[in-house]
């Protein structure tokens, strides 16, 4: 008999690139998730993503953030209360400016952070705004920061 699983669809280039090159594991946030290691994490529609001081996640269901929930701009904010200079941070593709402020906040916190080249992103706005601010510590091709997370 074969393996009747259903496969995980996935519904963005991003998930799809991750999913199909990168060692990392691939989940999308749940409430109360503890954060592990060489995992990336997808925010669900609907939910701000926020990490608690627990190293949980906690989704939040208010009001829109530069037209947008869930907000990178409200994860990158939590992360840098959390984490500072310990994190990584990384702004990929996307239609507006979310996510830039939260980006410089890290970088002033002394997290690396990294945008994904706007001449290859789909929707260049969101990287862009990022390198606009000075948020950018270092601007790479989708396939080098592949490269950069696969030590």
């Not at 991003?14 to 290691?37: G, H, P, T």
């Amino acid at each position: 008999m074969g393996d009747h699983t259903p496969k995980k669809e996935f519904f963005s280039e991003i998930e799809k690139l991750f999913a199909e090159s990168s060692r990392m594991s691939l989940r999308e946030v749940s409430d109360k998730d503890v954060l592990q290691n060489n995992t990336v994490y997808i925010a669900p529609a609907n939910y701000h993503t926020l990490i608690e001081k627990d190293k949980s996640f906690s989704l939040d269901v208010s009001e829109a953030v530069w037209y947008s929930k869930p907000s990178i701009d409200v994860a990158f904010d939590s992360a840098s209360d959390i984490y500072c200079d310990k994190c990584t941070a990384v702004l990929f593709s996307g239609a507006n400016a979310d996510g830039a402020e939260g980006l410089l906040r890290l970088r002033k916190n002394g997290a690396l952070t990294i945008v994904q080249d706007p001449n290859e992103a789909e929707m260049p706005e969101m990287p862009q705004s990022a390198i606009n601010l000075e948020a950018a510590q270092y601007v790479l091709r989708s396939s080098e920061i592949l490269e950069l997370f696969q030590l």
